[in-house]
């Protein structure tokens, strides 16, 4: 095989900083580097003159401002590469075996530009790459009905004052009717960015019906460039907050013919601001109950109470349509009787089968790369076995859902663990092993992994009506050896009358004997504050653990390196009981950062540590000297009440940087945010809670540092 090598794919880089890349290569022994520099000022006047030129046809390649590396290898555009900026060679070690490896390649880049990056390997192929090092960023975001731009400083992220931001609009309108001819219009304007690095247009400064490519320049150099992109302007209203909600409980999910379906609705508006008075009280509604054939079947009219509650009964006549039946209520009137909600519930028959199949498993979780024996069961409900059938059954094996968080009052609303304090700390030394993920938001997608087929196969069944499958729980260990598992079996059994019966059964196969979880009553403490810490533990199927453990309390330093540098300050013994909990009060007394750690010996001698990473504020204090994700916003509660205070906890992971604090966002739209600026690396906001805020409101935060832009979100409860 031939000396192979090709750039990864990156990401704009931090000027001054020396701009890396990663390779992958096999075989080869040295590489050669070559960059130079792409002139991107020429790049951009080149679109504007040409979009200004009226074209007839616009072609997209000559405004593809995008991907650069497209128009100058595919399209060879050599005119926007300029000088041979640095050339250098690297030594390679290949693997054996033509195996990839992959180096990281330290470049002598350091100033602001975009660069095309050539690797000659020795006896081998050429491998291009655009690189960018960024000086200065562009933030955009939609405000009520105006657009915000934010220019700061790539590295820092502080604002720059007086950039020149220019916005060149263009778009294309027919030049008459019935003719296939286009005139391309152009708008060209430029503001000054204000002493927060940042400008606010409306739309007749924008207009929204153009592409707006918008550049930002300084006396000194700096260059930056967005586009091109669209504008919209929302308005910033929630929807929510005059809907109507109707909410609908049966007594039952699924009836049988000749029963009675007993239901109960709820109108209500979602006006958190107003008194708990229902504005449907005394109103009358119509109710509607559809068969599964869309044929109507009830059709009454109820008066709400004081509540705005109404409840009614139907009952199922003999030989009722089997399926799924649908309610609706509908509020007579102006808007020919106004839809407002409604549910569903199921009619079926039932027929006792004459065998049942059962999976018989380890009812407790099994260790990871032990073998595992389920049996399949088949037997007649007046107690023989079913013999002389065929059993067909598959074996599947997916990642086993791990995610716990302690119970809360208002779980069944906000979702479990809607409070949760701790940051997901991946860059800190065990944190996999011993810290707790926080929830994932329901507005992340949940990319379910499909489920890996172990076995798929049939076979007779046994005399006894029986048949063993083993599983073997080693080819997981091996592969996903960082993952609890669970392997579904479901059986299929035909006996010698062709009747079909399905059982299923499941394993939980662990990669540790039990979890340990650690948590704090409240997001972070000042000095003198009483530090109250929760523990539990339990198995992967949530058994609760008994044992005895020892919690010690770290205080945290970081070397040169910022690898943290853990030393004790007390240790207490701290058994679980028999529910698996435990707690400790302990005193915030110094300043700082701390790691609060428990380790849980249980029955079997099985050794498991749980952990918690929180901060204790004193006087003067700004984190500077402490590490923390590039961005963080904790609460000092888990839950507000209208006319407290939110004292939100702002950490960067950069020190003198600057934070853009977004209060209340909705549906896409923003207020202007709070500019700011941090002397170290933490601080703390106060925002003002009010009923309106009721059921919860979001705060939105942005900050820049080292060439990227990083964003948090967190939920404010108010109950």
């Not at 263009?170 to 003719?179: F, H, I, K, L, P």
């Not at 579904?488 to 059964?505: C, N, P």
């Not at 849980?600 to 923390?628: S, Y």
Request: aromatic letters at 12%; a neutral charge; glycine letters at 8%.
């Amino acid at each position: 095989m031939k000396n192979w090598g090709r750039f990864e794919s990156g990401k704009a880089q931090p000027a001054g900083a020396g701009a890396t890349l990663e390779y992958r290569y096999r075989n080869g022994s040295q590489v050669k580097f070559e960059a130079r520099e792409i002139k991107v000022s020429e790049l951009l006047r080149g679109v504007k003159e040409y979009l200004k030129g009226s074209p007839r046809e616009v072609d997209w390649n000559r405004i593809n401002i995008q991907d650069i590396g497209y128009r100058i290898v595919e399209q060879n555009e050599q005119a926007l590469v300029g000088k041979t900026v640095a050339t250098w060679n690297l030594e390679l070690k290949p693997r054996p075996g033509h195996v990839d490896e992959r180096v990281t390649v330290a470049t002598p880049l350091q100033k602001a530009g975009a660069y095309l990056v050539t690797a000659q390997m020795e006896g081998g192929n050429l491998s291009r790459i655009i690189v960018w090092v960024a000086d200065t960023v562009i933030a955009k975001k939609q405000l009520d009905g105006r657009s915000w731009y934010y220019i700061a400083d790539a590295v820092s992220g502080l604002p720059i004052e007086k950039a020149t931001v220019e916005y060149f609009g263009w778009n294309q309108t027919q030049v008459g009717r019935n003719r296939p001819e286009y005139r391309v219009n152009i708008q060209n304007k430029a503001y000054y960015s204000d002493a927060n690095g940042q400008i606010i247009l409306d739309q007749k400064a924008l207009p929204q019906d153009l592409q707006w490519l918008v550049i930002a320049t300084t006396p000194q150099g700096r260059l930056a460039y967005l586009g091109f992109t669209n504008v919209w302007y929302g308005n910033y209203y929630d929807p929510e907050y005059t809907a109507k909600k109707a909410l609908l409980i049966t007594d039952r999910p699924v009836y049988r013919p000749e029963q009675t379906v007993k239901f109960k609705f709820w109108v209500q508006q979602t006006k958190y601001d107003e008194p708990a008075v229902s504005a449907f009280a005394g109103k009358k509604f119509r109710v509607e109950l559809n068969d599964p054939k869309g044929q109507k079947v009830l059709e009454e009219t109820y008066t709400a109470d004081e509540f705005g509650g109404l409840a009614g009964e139907y009952a199922l006549p003999v030989g009722a349509t089997l399926g799924v039946y649908g309610v609706q209520i509908r509020l007579p009137g102006p808007k020919q009787n106004e839809y407002l909600g409604g549910g569903n519930f199921r009619v079926e028959e039932y027929k006792k089968p004459e065998f049942e199949v059962t999976v018989d498993a380890p009812r407790e979780p099994v260790k990871l790369g032990d073998k595992v024996t389920a049996t399949i069961t088949a037997k007649y409900y007046f107690g023989s076995p079913v013999t002389r059938a065929k059993v067909k059954y598959k074996v599947l094996r997916t990642p086993a859902e791990t995610h716990w968080h302690p119970p809360a009052p208002w779980d069944w609303f906000y979702g479990r663990g809607y409070w949760w304090f701790s940051p997901d700390y991946l860059w800190y030394p065990g944190w996999n092993s011993w810290g707790c993920s926080r929830p994932y938001p329901i507005w992340w997608p949940h990319n379910a992994t499909p489920p890996e087929v172990v076995a798929d196969a049939e076979a007779e069944i046994g005399p006894e009506g029986t048949l063993a499958v083993e599983i073997d729980t080693l080819p997981a260990k091996e592969l996903h050896g960082n993952q609890n598992h669970q392997y579904a079996i479901t059986a299929e059994v035909v006996d010698e009358s062709r009747r079909t019966i399905v059982g299923s059964g499941n394993v939980l196969v662990a990669r540790k004997p039990f979890q340990v979880f650690v948590w704090l009553g409240r997001g972070y403490y000042k000095t003198g504050d009483t530090v109250e810490a929760f523990l539990h533990a339990h198995t992967l199927d949530q058994k609760p653990v008994r044992g005895k453990g020892e919690l010690t309390l770290y205080k945290i330093t970081y070397d040169a390196q910022q690898t943290p540098v853990e030393n004790a300050v007390r240790t207490w013994s701290i058994d679980t009981d028999e529910q698996g909990d435990a707690r400790q009060q302990l005193a915030a007394s110094e300043a700082g950062q701390f790691r609060l750690s428990y380790k849980l010996t249980d029955a079997a001698g099985n050794i498991q540590e749980g952990a918690t990473v929180f901060v204790v504020r004193g006087q003067r204090f700004d984190g500077r000297e402490f590490r923390f994700n590039d961005l963080e916003l904790i609460t000092d509660k888990r839950e507000y009440t209208p006319g407290e205070k939110v004292n939100l906890l702002v950490n960067t992971n950069r020190a003198g940087g600057a934070v853009l604090l977004f209060l209340r966002p909705t549906n896409g739209v923003y207020l202007p945010p709070k500019l700011i600026r941090l002397q170290g690396k933490s601080t703390v906001e106060e925002v003002a809670v009010v009923q309106k805020d009721m059921p919860n409101f979001f705060v939105e935060a942005i900050t820049i540092a080292n060439g990227k832009m990083h964003t948090e979100l967190r939920e404010v409860i108010v109950p």
